[in-house]
């Protein structure tokens, strides 16, 4: 196998409909406060995850939780997978402090969610 390995799974987000009961309940399960509390996005860090609640999937219609996986080089990773039978769901975008995000769907239309931090 060639290309460039992951880094692995380190960051979770799930849709959610009421944010503000959300962010309770993941506070609860995690025992840790929120890192980010947004209108937009609530996100904690907790044992080496970074969890992410997003109000009705956000602007990229997320319907279930998606699993972003973290890698060095996200063109050469999105070139890999799509060339191996993967579709583009959301390009590659810089969604804040240098971290890039794009997501694809396997052949099954699974969501498989790539992250890179510049």
Known sequence: M?????QG??????PVSDLATAKE???ALLGVPP???ESYYVGFEAEGQHIG?????GAQGMA????YWHVPDIEAKLAEVTAAGATVREAAHDV???RLVAT???????????????
């Open 64 to 67: 279930s939780p998606v699993a």
């Open 104 to 118: 694809v769907a396997d052949p099954d239309g699974n969501v498989l969610g790539l992250l890179q931090d510049r």
């Open 9 to 14: 799974i380190r960051t979770v987000l799930h």
């Open 35 to 37: 890192t980010t509390d």
């Open 25 to 27: 309940v993941y506070a």
């Open 2 to 6: 060639t290309g460039s390995a992951t």
């Open 96 to 98: 804040g402090g240098g």
């Open 53 to 57: 609640l997003v109000p009705g999937g």
